[in-house]
């Protein structure tokens, strides 16, 4: 089992940036495709960007598309997730997440094996 452990994350003003990054270790056969998911007070977790092993397909949620970037670095066992044009409705707890899927850019939680610890994202209006 592969273990993630994410850092960034933070308070910032609408209109503002953020990255985070997620780094993982262990067996990393169970994190070929790699996402982000997030969680607000009182919803269910949702997709918000996933990228393909390699790197070479990226898929985002409708909501963030054009503002957040998704990217890996494989020599570094670290996928980020830039976030820009913050909005306050991107408040949430955000969590990468490791799938043994080797093709791809999986959508749905069920098919990820391996979750980080989740870290706060909070956009002040």
């Known amino acids: 089992q592969a273990q993630l452990v994410q850092s960034g994350g933070g308070l910032v003003q609408a209109g503002g940036s953020l990255r985070l990054s997620c780094v993982a270790s262990?067996?990393?056969?169970?994190?070929?495709?790699m996402g982000w998911f997030r969680q607000a007070p009182g919803k269910e977790r949702e997709f918000v960007a996933a990228i393909s092993w390699r790197g070479r397909n990226t898929d985002y949620a409708d909501s963030v598309k054009g503002r957040f970037t998704i990217s890996r670095d494989n020599a570094k066992n670290t996928v980020y997730l830039q976030l820009n044009s913050l909005k306050p409705e991107d408040t949430a707890v955000y969590y990468c997440?490791?799938?043994?899927?080797?093709?791809?850019?999986?959508?749905?939680?069920?098919?990820?094996?391996?979750w980080g610890q989740g870290t706060q994202v909070t956009v002040s209006s």
């Open positions: 262990g067996r990393t056969s169970s994190t070929y495709a």
């Open positions: 997440a490791g799938s043994a899927v080797n093709w791809g850019t999986p959508k749905r939680g069920s098919q990820y094996d391996t």
